[in-house]
T-cell receptor, first 115, second 113 residues
């Protein structure tokens, strides 16, 4: 069965510090991978998605970047965190081919607080 | 993708059926209706989806009107663990390899003891 691992669960970082959140998927090959963010009291916002190694699409301009060094690994980074980067970050995957019954599977999330 | 309208919040008594409405009057013929839910501090979870016909699985039932302009998610016997934000998401299936979900504000369902 497929599983998605996301860590850490919580993170407190000072403004201006770097960030690296990692997500890995097991039990599937060639997944689409996604990073979402949920700010306090707000909806889920798609930040990045990837359809393959080294292929990253950004949905919104921001202080963050994403990388996919391996097929089942997705990393969210920042060189210098801002207060506005605080939020609940979620990694997700879906099967590569766009079949009608495709679903998104989410990780357990990382609660990031930038102070 | 079609725009959706959901009530911001609903209450339901434990053990009773929870009926969550969603209006998607601008939905196109190629858009499926997907439902997800998000329990507090967790990632969203897929519930069910449909195109035209009513659907049922182990979690819920989905009733789609004949004109497809609205749908209702039914949790037949709500439990306290069903307290969550429920998202109705029309998704256009293009057959391509990209698959993006755009989450709205959803409905906060509170199941009361």
């Amino acid at each position: 069965s497929q599983t998605i691992h996301q860590w850490p669960a919580t993170l407190v970082q000072p403004v201006g510090s770097p960030l690296s959140l990692e997500c890995t998927v097991e039990g599937t090959s060639n997944p689409n991978l996604y990073w979402y963010r949920q700010a306090a009291g707000r909806g889920l916002q798609l930040l990045f998605y990837s359809v393959g190694i080294g292929q990253i699409s950004s949905e919104v301009p921001q202080n963050l970047s994403a990388s996919r060094p391996q097929d089942r690994q997705f990393i969210l980074s920042s060189k210098k965190l801002l207060l506005s980067d605080s939020g609940f970050y979620l990694c997700a995957w879906s099967a590569r081919r766009g079949r009608v019954n495709e679903k998104l599977f989410f990780g357990s999330g990382t609660q990031l607080s930038v102070l | 993708d079609a725009k959706t309208t959901q009530p911001p919040s609903m209450d339901c008594a434990e053990g009773r059926a929870a009926n969550l409405p969603c209006n998607h009057s601008t939905i196109s013929g190629n858009e499926y209706v997907y439902w997800y839910r998000q329990i507090h501090s967790q990632g969203p979870q897929y519930i069910i989806h449909g195109l035209k016909n009513n659907e049922t699985n182990e979690m819920a039932s989905l009733i789609i009107t004949e004109d497809r302009k609205s749908s209702t998610l039914i949790l037949p016997h709500a439990t306290l663990r069903d307290t969550a934000v429920y998202y109705c998401i029309p998704i256009f299936y293009s057959g391509g390899s990209n698959y993006k979900l755009t989450f709205g504000k959803g409905t906060l369902l509170t199941v009361n003891p």
